[in-house]
C-alpha cells in the first residue's frame, strides 16, 4: 500500500471517532503521557519537551497537564531557513495563528527563545509499535529528527496502530509511542 492510499485511509478511519470517544481517548492519551513523563523525570529535571497544537482529530495530548509542564513547552516554528523546523518557548495560551508550514495552524509568537527540546511529542496518521511513522506528508518533522537525540514520543489514538508502514531510509523511529490504551517502549518492540 502507498503511503497517499495510507493516509487516506486513515483520515477516513478518523473521521468515524466521535466527539464523545474524541475526548475520552485523548483524556487517557494525556494520563499515559503524564506518567511516562513522570517515568522520564521531566519535571523533576526540567526539560524542555517540544510539543504540538493539534489540528483536526489529533489527539488533544493536552488535557489535564500541569502548570508545571506548561512552564517547559515548546511548539514547533519556521526556522530562519523556511524549510527547518525549530521550537519555541511558549505555553498554549500564548500561541498566535500562523502559516508556517502551509496551513493555518497555532505557533509561538516570533519572540519567544528558541531551544533544543530533551523530549519531542510527535503527531502522525500512522504508527508501529516498532516505533515508525507515517506523518502528513510534508517533511518537516522527518528532516528536524534526523538531527534530533533527545526522546522522541509519538501520540496516537490506538485506532492509528497498524502492523507496517511504507518508510524509507531517511525516516526516523521513536521511542514511545503513547496511546489512549498502552504506552509502547518502542525499543522493546523491535
Not at 91 to 110: A, N, T
Not at 166 to 174: G, M, Q
Request: charged share 30%; with cysteine.
Amino acid at each position: 500500500m502507498t503511503k497517499e492510499v495510507l493516509r487516506k485511509l486513515m483520515k477516513a478511519k478518523l473521521s468515524l471517532i466521535d466527539e464523545n470517544s474524541f475526548t475520552e481517548k485523548s483524556t487517557l492519551i494525556s494520563k499515559n503521557l503524564a506518567f511516562l513523563n513522570s517515568s522520564l523525570k521531566v519535571i523533576q529535571d526540567k526539560i524542555s519537551i517540544g510539543v504540538f497544537a493539534p489540528i483536526a482529530k489529533e489527539p488533544l495530548w493536552y488535557l489535564g497537564f500541569s502548570e508545571e509542564i506548561e512552564k517547559l513547552t515548546a511548539y514547533p516554528a519556521k526556522g530562519t531557513d523556511n524549510n527547518v523546523m525549530t521550537y519555541r518557548m511558549a505555553r498554549m495560551s500564548d500561541l498566535v495563528i500562523k502559516k508556517d508550514f502551509g496551513f493555518e495552524i497555532l505557533g509561538p509568537p516570533l519572540e519567544s527563545p528558541e531551544v533544543i527540546p530533551g523530549v519531542i511529542l510527535i503527531p502522525g496518521l500512522v504508527f508501529t509499535e516498532r516505533g515508525e511513522r507515517l506523518g502528513r506528508g510534508k517533511g518537516f518533522y522527518d528532516k528536524y529528527l534526523s538531527q534530533y537525540h533527545g526522546i522522541k514520543i509519538g501520540i496516537c489514538f490506538s485506532e492509528q496502530l497498524e502492523d507496517s508502514v511504507p518508510t524509507e531510509k531517511h525516516d526516523v523511529t521513536l521511542d514511545y509511542i503513547i496511546t489512549d490504551e498502552k504506552i509502547i517502549n518502542c525499543k522493546r518492540a523491535k
